[in-house]
DNA sequence: TTGTATGCGTTATCAG
DNA sequence: CTGATAACGCATACAA
């Protein structure tokens, strides 16, 4: 075989610099090393231009300094800004990020498993859907919103609190009847808390209440056949909606102006995730905020956490309210 | 040193099936080999759950079937668009991808071609933006939306065509008086065209225009300042604007109805990407259309070809223009 | 402290 | 067609 590198070697820095092939190895990985042997190694590498091969060192240790994120896609906002945190925490680390979009796959994120262990990475952090997924037992593993076991740490935003913020926001803001509706997987993840959270934070304040749930695959405008069927004289019962998510309300409030109900005059909607226009820029809707660089950030402390099993199984991070021009403030 | 890892190897599987290494190997990489010892290798593996260690292998062949792919990040949703296409394209010919995220930084977008470079990747895709980057002579090397020389290719939208169609997009909707607007970095790249196309455009279909061009690191609201600059009796003296970006030109619609401008009775406003809500519902503006999944899989196929050489050093895909609302349809 | 030698898991060469 | 073995680049146990 012909080499297809040519890039220079230890064994070229340690010919170089007049040392043992160790010596170099020493210098690289920063351990004792005489000044006087440090600073020839040093001179080598800087003239060869010598880096490490990854190959060689992960195939000798068998760690890859990678961490492997699964995660449906980069397309929806709330992930794109997740893979965006994930990947600062990791480089503030030094550890590199392996990305695997599952595409709401369920036989991917089986296979992304595969693949990762395969890679030796040194971790995993998995936002997946799959019920029958096995967690791997060798190799640290933390999930975002979704309980596993406690053996399997999750992070996930206070989805139960969110939902009881919604509710006080709503009675707060003048709402004397609400509706919460959602559609989802099936799945029970920590997602399914925001109707709990607003059920119970109704129930606190006495503000009377409707929940709608779609299951997960129906089309969206199930909603919209809902919302029709409850309209009387141009008019709804409710002045107050939750949605299970931002993308929801956004659909909704098209749907509510479609029918001449004005947004957030007649009815005020609030949504879940915090999603900015260009990422970045103003609330889409008034929302309950998730800290996506906390929960990015706790992620990668807890799959690099030397003592997994020390690791609460549950993390929960706190929500905040946000207007964004779909409630009356 | 322990073993971290105790996945069975290329050996165990060799000694359950009772072969040689080799065999096995070959085997695996789908070479000729005995149907009596295929079954038997291939039954072994399954008993196993046998999986090649992919650092094994990389340091073997010098190959890791990952391509790098650079750019600033994801939360820009073009770039998501662009990263999730990309993903797609590789993954279906069976590469990895490894996501650099520079973060418009330069010395970062260096360093990341140094990493890959030392990762061994098969190829670089990369959307940068340092004047003084080198390109690594003996890897693979794709550019999107910036030129570098002939024997680095360029994947780009037809930004030239572009700008040309909305000049003649806003004469057919009836603008009497034109405007270009732009911020973006100083260095000439393919999106830089926008303008010339417009221009071009616009002496075509003999319609008058201005342009303003600011300058990199800027703040958007010099654009502000010069419409408002320009307002007499509560008028501007353009009804068509055409916008480098979708993000300038929702940014530059918020200020036109701040300064009681109708968009689009008053002043119709096309923009450059075609960013969707959510990233794949409705735009967010009327916009010319980069083809982004035709610039992915362009830019996969491409940095993948065997001879890199005989690859024409522009290449050029065609956009479109889609109403979104801000202009009148 | 530094040098030497071994083996990580794989592919490729060479001999049978 | 198959088996044995060397080498890829590196980290480390052991010897000096």
């Given at each position: 075989?012909?080499?297809?590198?040519?890039g220079p070697?230890?064994?070229?820095?340690a010919r170089e610099?007049g040392?043992a092939?160790g010596?170099?190895s020493?210098v690289i990985?920063g351990?004792?090393?005489?000044?006087?042997y440090k600073t020839k190694?040093?001179?080598?590498i800087?003239?060869?231009?010598?880096?490490?091969?990854?190959?060689?060192?992960?195939?000798?240790t068998?760690?890859?300094n990678?961490?492997a994120?699964?995660i449906?896609n980069t397309?929806n906002?709330y992930?794109?800004?997740?893979?965006?945190?994930?990947?600062?925490?990791?480089?503030?680390r030094?550890?590199?990020?392996?990305l695997?979009?599952?595409?709401y796959?369920?036989?991917r994120?089986?296979?992304?498993i595969?693949?990762?262990?395969?890679?030796?990475v040194?971790?995993?952090?998995?936002?997946?859907?799959?019920?029958?997924?096995?967690?791997?037992?060798?190799?640290?593993f933390?999930?975002?919103?979704?309980?596993?076991?406690s053996?399997v740490?999750?992070?996930?935003?206070?989805?139960?609190?969110?939902g009881?913020?919604?509710a006080r926001?709503l009675?707060?803001?003048?709402?004397?009847?609400?509706l919460?509706m959602?559609?989802?997987?099936?799945?029970?993840?920590?997602p399914?808390?925001?109707?709990?959270?607003?059920v119970?934070g109704?129930?606190?304040v006495?503000?009377?209440?409707?929940?709608m749930?779609?299951e997960?695959g129906?089309?969206?405008?199930a909603?919209?056949?809902f919302?029709?069927?409850r309209?009387k004289?141009g008019?709804l019962?409710?002045?107050?909606?939750?949605?299970g998510t931002?993308?929801?309300?956004?659909?909704?409030?098209?749907?509510?102006?479609?029918l001449?109900?004005r947004?957030?005059?007649?009815?005020?909607?609030?949504?879940?995730?915090?999603?900015?226009?260009?990422?970045?820029?103003?609330?889409?809707v008034s929302?309950?905020v998730?800290?996506v660089q906390?929960?990015?950030?706790?992620?990668?402390?807890?799959?690099?956490?030397?003592h997994?099993?020390n690791v609460?199984?549950?993390?929960?991070?706190?929500?905040r309210?946000?207007?964004?021009g779909t409630?009356?403030?």
């Amino acid at each position: 075989m012909t080499k297809a590198h040519n890039g220079p070697t230890m064994a070229d820095v340690a010919r170089e610099a007049g040392v043992a092939l160790g010596t170099v190895s020493r210098v690289i990985n920063g351990e004792q090393v005489g000044e006087a042997y440090k600073t020839k190694v040093e001179e080598a590498i800087q003239k060869l231009g010598y880096r490490y091969n990854v190959s060689g060192r992960a195939l000798r240790t068998d760690r890859t300094n990678t961490i492997a994120v699964i995660i449906p896609n980069t397309i929806n906002p709330y992930f794109a800004a997740l893979v965006h945190h994930l990947n600062v925490a990791l480089e503030k680390r030094d550890k590199k990020m392996m990305l695997c979009f599952t595409e709401y796959d369920r036989g991917r994120e089986i296979e992304f498993i595969h693949m990762a262990q395969q890679n030796r990475v040194d971790g995993i952090i998995a936002l997946t859907y799959n019920p029958k997924l096995t967690i791997p037992e060798d190799i640290p593993f933390v999930t975002i919103d979704r309980f596993f076991s406690s053996s399997v740490p999750c992070i996930a935003a206070d989805n139960f609190g969110g939902g009881m913020i919604a509710a006080r926001k709503l009675k707060e803001l003048g709402c004397t009847s609400a509706l919460f509706m959602r559609i989802g997987s099936t799945l029970v993840n920590e997602p399914s808390k925001r109707k709990d959270g607003f059920v119970s934070g109704c129930v606190e304040v006495g503000l009377p209440f409707e929940t709608m749930i779609l299951e997960d695959g129906q089309p969206l405008d199930a909603f919209d056949r809902f919302l029709e069927s409850r309209m009387k004289d141009g008019k709804l019962p409710f002045d107050g909606l939750f949605m299970g998510t931002d993308y929801q309300a956004w659909h909704i409030i098209k749907t509510l102006r479609r029918l001449g109900i004005r947004v957030p005059e007649d009815v005020q909607v609030i949504g879940f995730d915090g999603i900015r226009m260009f990422g970045d820029q103003e609330l889409i809707v008034s929302t309950i905020v998730q800290p996506v660089q906390e929960i990015a950030e706790t992620c990668v402390s807890t799959v690099l956490s030397k003592h997994l099993s020390n690791v609460p199984s549950l993390i929960c991070l706190p929500v905040r309210y946000a207007a964004g021009g779909t409630t009356k403030e």
